[in-house]
């Protein structure tokens, strides 16, 4: 067994879009920084891979690479303006009409992208083994075969079944029910096009009713469509296959040309898990829960808190300023307080509306809920024209930024 002592300024663990990111940003600031996986890289992830408009803005803002870069090397595989939402296929309750792009990554090759961004820019990588333990007072990290590493801080970018936060739980730092009570599971499968009777499903579907507290979807990619259905878990005892298959067949798809099916939990509603950093450990991403909590999207929270984290990082080896104080400011001010409104729109989606959306009605509402959010959206985009007023990409202030 052999011990290394404080060679890094700091490990990161796990190399998914939030570990990748923090390591590339701090390596980027001169730190020396260390970024472990269990999994040997390029490695599949269970993902939709759809990435909104924000993602594609943050990460041009963080690595300088447009949506048309990744799409001309091949890391974007689709993608469509059009998209979808219905009432279990059979009533369409908004569309969009084309006003943004939607893009569809494969997860294998997107993460592997970030990955080699980081080393690229001087972070040093160990993959293919376990991290077994953690010392959450003395920063060190003690892998499968019982070497250990110590650094001044840690990230916990391990994902939703992560080990740091696993720690946290073990010394009650988190409390283990407030984090089982808003986990999720997300199943995915997926369809060649060659096997499908026709050159459909273009567009990116997002059906309500067949699941509670959650939604079905259909993502085209090139080659693919992929199926999936992702809820809470105490509103699903056992509907989770069931409500995949319901789905499938709605769509008029052969079962039997569908892939295995696969499954991974999901945080849904676990930002309110708290704290997410203990002495010099931080939890980002998955591992702290951080998740939109109505429709899942957790690539851009994973890389938008690791963004936070290299910053607050940042911050206390430039001026000792004390650690997280920053990082739980800049949680509560550009993503909790966005999260909380979201979590009212998905109890009155999932509350109230559902039992409703059988009815014309409720179609009314989104068409005119649709035209007031066109209506707003176009004086905001004027507004801001006439006030050549510099949208912040990733809101901070500006002397926030690295
Ligand atoms: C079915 C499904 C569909 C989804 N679809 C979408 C979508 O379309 N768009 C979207 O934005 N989000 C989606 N999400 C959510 C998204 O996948 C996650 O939010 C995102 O991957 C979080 O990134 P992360 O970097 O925090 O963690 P992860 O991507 O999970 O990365 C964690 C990394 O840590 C490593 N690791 C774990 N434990 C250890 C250990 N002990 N030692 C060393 N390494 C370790 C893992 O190997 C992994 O590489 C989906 C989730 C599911 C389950």
Same mark, same amino acid.
Request: proline share 18%; no cysteine.
């Given at each position: 067994m052999s011990t290394q002592s404080q060679i890094y300024d700091i490990i990161v663990i796990g190399a998914g879009p939030g570990g990748s990111t923090a390591a590339y940003l701090l390596a980027k600031n001169n730190f020396k920084v260390l970024l472990v996986d269990k999994e040997l890289f390029p490695r599949y992830k269970l993902c939709g891979g759809l990435l909104s408009m924000k993602t594609m803005q943050l990460t041009k803002e963080i690595y300088n690479v447009s949506s048309e870069d990744l799409i001309k090397n091949k890391i974007i595989d689709y993608s469509t303006p059009f998209y979808e939402i219905s009432y279990r296929n059979k009533r369409t309750l908004l569309r969009n009409e084309g006003e943004f792009d939607l893009y569809l990554v494969d997860r294998t090759i997107y993460d592997n992208y970030l990955l080699i961004k980081a080393k690229t820019i001087g972070v040093e990588v160990i993959e293919g083994i376990k991290i077994d333990k953690i010392d959450i007072n003395h920063c060190k990290i003690e892998f499968q075969n019982g070497d250990t590493i110590q650094s001044k801080f840690l990230v916990g970018a391990d994902g939703v079944n992560s080990i740091v936060r696993r720690e946290f739980i073990r010394k009650k730092i988190i409390k283990s029910k407030d984090w089982q009570f808003n986990l999720g599971t997300g199943l995915e499968c997926f369809v060649n096009r060659k096997d499908l009777e026709t050159d459909q499903f273009k567009t990116l579907l997002l059906t309500l009713g067949f699941v509670n507290y959650g939604y079905n979807w259909l993502f085209p990619n090139k080659e693919k469509i992929i199926l999936g259905v992702g809820a809470l878990n105490r509103k699903n005892k056992g509907n989770f296959l069931r409500a995949l298959k319901k789905f499938i067949s709605s769509l008029n798809i052969n079962p039997e040309k569908i892939s295995q099916v696969m499954g991974h939990p999901v945080? =849904?509603?676990?930002?309110?898990?708290?704290?997410? =950093?203990k002495n010099k450990v931080i939890l980002i991403g998955d591992a702290a829960g951080i998740v939109d909590p109505l429709w899942g999207e957790g690539i851009y929270y994973a890389q938008k808190t690791a963004e936070f984290a290299a910053l607050t990082i940042f911050k206390h080896f430039k001026d000792n300023s004390v650690p997280f104080t920053q990082y739980e400011d800049l949680l509560r001010k550009h993503i909790y307080s966005e999260f909380k409104s979201t979590l009212k729109k998905r109890w009155l989606l999932y509350n109230r509306l559902n039992v409703s959306l059988k009815y014309y009605p409720v179609q009314a509402f989104f068409l005119i809920y649709r035209k007031i959010v066109k209506f707003l959206r176009h004086y905001s985009r004027r507004f801001r024209e006439l006030s050549k007023k510099q949208h912040l990409l990733i809101g901070l202030n500006s002397t926030d930024t690295f």
């Open positions: 945080p =849904y509603g676990n930002f309110s898990i708290k704290p997410v =950093y």
